[in-house]
């Protein structure tokens, strides 16, 4: 049995989804493909929250695309009902002296017109009395950003595009193409699909599709997420007045309480190697200790609070962290879009749009820094 469409995304991930939305936008006939679902419990995607912040060091074009991104999801979130799905808890970034990273996102966010405040130690100890500062000595607050509920977002994200004519089908890829133009993919129910365009937007799968290409350049890595119990009936670990917070120079962030399910904190460092299909979801015990140590020093209310729950995750991280957005080499037809590497949910309508432009034919140009040649086998993180 075949099935003809114009455009056939694969991976209904954040980026899978929005494109395909912007596709059936657009006017195509769009399939929307996923091996386990949309959003689903391996996916980089189906985490319960996720940070939506504008600041980038001097990399602009994240930080403009953040913004293009917020305009989007919250013209979308505003047109379906049920609970909400963006927690407007602003964002706090913590830094010690001469931060360089911390000083070129506040020059770059002053730069493009985003809100934000430099708040001094003093500032930030009268703003956040709940926080002890330790070596923190001033900050920057983003009060326009905040928390998206991730899997909520894409499913309902999925669900109203299938509504507008979109068609969704879980079923898993098989990954023989040959070379040329690709008219059709096969899948292992024995089903083909074909399409004029393709765009394979599954995020830690990528390499797994397309190894010839993408083995080493995008690598899959553990990243443990850990919710602990707020004290009863104190609200100060949850909006509005805990902030969501990035401490990158830690290489921690954390999430406040958001619809009772606890005080979230995320461990960025690089984890270790991970295959989404068949790796373990429980996280480790040192990751525990590492959490709850960083918990205990800067939020001291909470050190003996409950580890309610857990999560593994993971970053599909290429060489510096910049996306993957472009052709695959020996196919015309065929677009590669991934690379989220720990950052890029909050960008998915922004990218969406910017993908679909570009399928379409409305839009040539690709960012040099998102094209296959500058993903190395050498990882050195740039992006944070």
Request: hydrophobic letters at 40%; proline letters at 4%.
């Amino acid at each position: 049995m075949k099935q003809t469409y114009d455009v056939v995304v694969v991976g209904a991930g954040v980026f899978g989804a929005w494109t395909a939305y912007k596709l059936q936008q657009a006017g195509k006939r769009v399939l929307l493909l996923d091996a386990y679902g949309a959003a689903h419990t391996r996916a980089s995607s189906g985490g319960e929250s996720r940070i939506m912040r504008c600041g980038y060091g001097d990399s602009e074009i994240y930080t403009r695309w953040a913004m293009r991104s917020m305009v989007l999801g919250q013209e979308f979130f505003a047109s379906v009902t049920g609970l909400p799905m963006f927690h407007r808890t602003g964002v706090l970034w913590m830094a010690k002296d001469e931060d360089a990273y911390a000083l070129q996102t506040l020059a770059t966010l002053q730069r493009v017109g985003v809100p934000c405040e430099r708040l001094s130690r003093d500032e930030l100890a009268t703003r956040f009395p709940q926080i002890h500062l330790g070596d923190i000595t001033w900050g920057i607050l983003e009060p326009e950003g905040g928390a998206l509920m991730a899997r909520r977002a894409v499913q309902t994200l999925v669900q109203e595009a299938i509504k507008a004519g979109m068609n969704y089908v879980t079923d898993a890829v098989l990954s023989s193409y040959g070379k040329g133009k690709l008219t059709e993919i096969r899948t292992t129910s024995g089903t083909a699909f074909q399409a004029e365009s393709f765009v394979f937007a599954c995020g830690v799968w990528l390499p797994k599709l397309f190894p010839e290409i993408l083995q080493g350049r995008i690598h899959s890595t553990k990243q443990d997420v850990l919710f602990f119990g707020t004290p009863p009936g104190d609200n100060r670990f949850a909006a509005p007045a805990m902030p969501v917070w990035v401490n990158f120079a830690e290489e921690m962030y954390g999430i406040p309480d958001l619809e009772n399910r606890g005080f979230k904190i995320g461990i960025d460092r690089h984890g270790e190697a991970f295959d989404p299909d068949s790796g373990s979801r429980q996280v480790d015990v040192k990751n525990v200790e590492r959490a709850r140590a960083y918990v205990s020093e800067h939020f001291p209310a909470m050190q003996d609070a409950p580890l309610v729950e857990t999560r593994v995750c993971q970053y599909e991280n290429t060489s510096n962290g910049d996306f993957l957005i472009d052709r695959h080499p020996d196919f015309e037809n065929l677009w590669l879009v991934g690379g989220g590497s720990g950052h890029g949910f909050k960008h998915g309508p922004a990218l969406g749009e910017y993908v679909a432009a570009r399928v379409i034919g409305e839009a040539q140009e690709i960012e040099p820094q998102f094209s296959l040649a500058t993903k190395e086998r050498i990882h050195k993180r740039l992006i944070y």
